[in-house]
């Protein structure tokens, strides 16, 4: 990324990234910006929360956890070939 300091302020805040929740009140988009490393605004829970993987209190067996869904989608595109729909010119899309 180039030095993000050399556009305005006011362009900066625009092309921030934005909050990813939905508002319970309005259904619709939060739309306010999201904080720095999250998909969500502060109101929509930033910060705190249990870090993914086994310490998370909610892991049960681990059989649907992001590596092993990563893994079996990744066996299912080399079982399939290369006739895959996520394989555009030989690369995994
Ligand atoms: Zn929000």
Do not use: Y
Request: net charge positive; aromatic share 4%; charged share 20%.
């Amino acid at each position: 990324m180039p030095n993000s300091n050399d556009k305005s302020p006011t362009q900066r805040l625009r092309n921030a990234p934005r909050c990813q929740a939905t508002a319970k009140g309005t259904g619709k988009r939060c739309k306010c910006t999201a904080v720095r490393g999250w998909r969500v605004c502060q109101v929509h829970g930033d910060g705190g929360g249990h870090r993914p993987g086994p310490s998370h209190p909610r892991w049960v067996h681990g059989g649907r956890s992001r590596d092993v869904t990563e893994a079996r989608l990744l066996a299912n595109l080399l079982a399939r070939g290369l006739n895959s729909p996520f394989v555009i010119g030989g690369q995994i899309a």
